[in-house]
């Protein structure tokens, strides 16, 4: 008996230990959690507070002024990231998601310039955003003879994000369960129709989370912009894609190095904008990814 009652306790003692190291680590999880939501929310609080004075429609209806900034405005700087921001989905999206299938469903892994590709997309993920400015500045901007303009900013802008949007999109297709496709394509399905109509359509919420956190790091991107000559004081908008433009992270970036302080408000308001054209972007692929998990 005595023999036998050792493993008993001992297993007892684990029984007990397990609770225990669940507990702590779930107590680091929520204090991680818990640091990250205080310091956002005071990031939120003070550029809420500080802007508050000049959230109203003078922000979105005036141009910029380098004098007055009762008066000034970020009208051309708003239009301008809209113009970006739209032409980079534009271009981006369809390419990654592409690629991502491509990779996924079709290259034969065992190639050697597959293996190539995969390394160095997964590279290009982490390639400073700087170097993508000096590559849109020689290649897009100068050789390809585009200059400074909306396109030229967006073509840089989905270099940029085009790898994050790749990865995500293949995770997105890999955890697809297999199951689907084997019973589609033992329906009689041909592999285009089993990705069109099965893979794909169970893989949008995965794509979109991707795709939207890919754009909102493009929207926020200034320094290789600044490169592709995106000034900070236009009082126009843009009217084409080969058209001058400015971008509201460039436009606070001039505003916070003015020394006046009517400025600082000016580019605590313009941040606050910022913030919300995020929330509608991360709102739609909310939505969108709802409606898919529902579905399947």
Do not use: C
């Amino acid at each position: 008996m005595a023999v036998l009652s050792t493993p008993r306790s001992a297993v007892r003692l684990a029984g007990q230990g397990q609770p225990i190291r669940e507990h702590l680590f779930r107590i680091a999880l929520l204090s991680s959690l818990a640091i990250a939501f205080v310091f956002l929310a005071a990031l939120l609080t003070y550029v809420l507070v500080e802007g508050w004075p000049r959230l109203d429609s003078r922000l979105w209806e005036n141009m910029p002024s380098i004098r007055d900034p009762e008066i000034a405005g970020a009208q051309s700087a708003i239009t301008g990231t809209l113009w970006v921001i739209s032409l980079t989905a534009v271009l981006t999206l369809p390419t990654g998601i592409a690629a991502a299938i491509y990779l996924e469903e079709y290259a034969d892994k065992t190639r050697w310039w597959n293996r190539i590709i995969e390394l160095n997309i997964q590279n290009l993920a982490s390639v400073p955003s700087i170097v993508y400015g000096i590559l849109g500045l020689g290649i897009i901007a100068r050789s390809f003879g585009l200059g400074f303009s909306v396109i030229t900013a967006a073509i840089t802008l989905g270099l940029l994000v085009l790898p994050v949007v790749i990865i995500a999109s293949r995770e997105a297709i890999r955890a697809v369960p297999p199951s689907i496709r084997e019973g589609s394509l033992a329906l009689g399905a041909t592999q285009w129709q089993t990705i069109s109509r099965q893979v794909l359509p169970a893989a949008v919420p995965g794509i979109a989370t991707g795709s939207i956190l890919a754009l909102s790091r493009a929207i926020g991107e200034a320094a290789p912009l600044l490169m592709l000559g995106a000034v900070s004081f236009i009082r126009f908008n843009p009217d084409g894609i080969l058209a001058s433009y400015t971008v509201l992270p460039i436009q606070i970036f001039n505003w916070i190095s003015q020394s006046r302080e009517g400025f600082h408000f000016l580019a605590a308001a313009a941040i606050v904008v910022l913030l919300a054209i995020l929330l509608l972007m991360n709102s739609a692929a909310i939505w969108l990814r709802n409606r898919y998990q529902k579905r399947w």
